[in-house]
């Protein structure tokens, strides 16, 4: 059982598709919940009907709320930069719009100063041979999605896509980061 200050914080990441996002962070330590939805649309109360059509400016996201005693921001971004592509424009993999944008929602100037600290310095490891397409932009609004799309890998380990898309993701994050899975507590 993952141990709580009661003082959590809010990140708000865009990575592609927000199952593969919400499944890597639901198994890390510190995170208390990582919730599917999305954010920087001009739509309000967007449906995943809508969002799909690339028409509302919205990208599927993962909210996590975390204790930063057991995980920092940067540990945050870190993760999210290993298990997704930050060079790919407005897709990641096989997942083609605007709503799969690699983005990384702020709640604060210390949030933006820190995710600009971390693309230059994974820009300066030339870790990718294109450059990193990462928006950094406010957070105006959140919305949670549909009920069936929170811990959709968990209640759905043998879908097509979860086995060919969120498992290898998932897999890579557990290989890396086996010291800070909650399953090691």
Known sequence: MTQSTGKFEVATLGGGCFWCVEAVYNDLIGV???ISGYAGGHVDNPTYKAICTGTTGHAEVVQVTYDPNQVTYQEILEIFFTVHDPTQLNRQGNDVGTQYRSVIFYHDDAQKKM?????DDLTQQNLWSQPIVTEITPLTKFYPAEDYHQEYFSNNPNQPYCQF???????KFRSKYTHRLKSQQ
Request: charged letters at 5%; aromatic letters at 0%; proline letters at 7%.
């Open 115 to 119: 995710a600009q600290a971390v693309i």
């Open 32 to 34: 208390h919940s990582a």
């Open 165 to 171: 898309v969120v498992a290898p993701k998932l897999s």
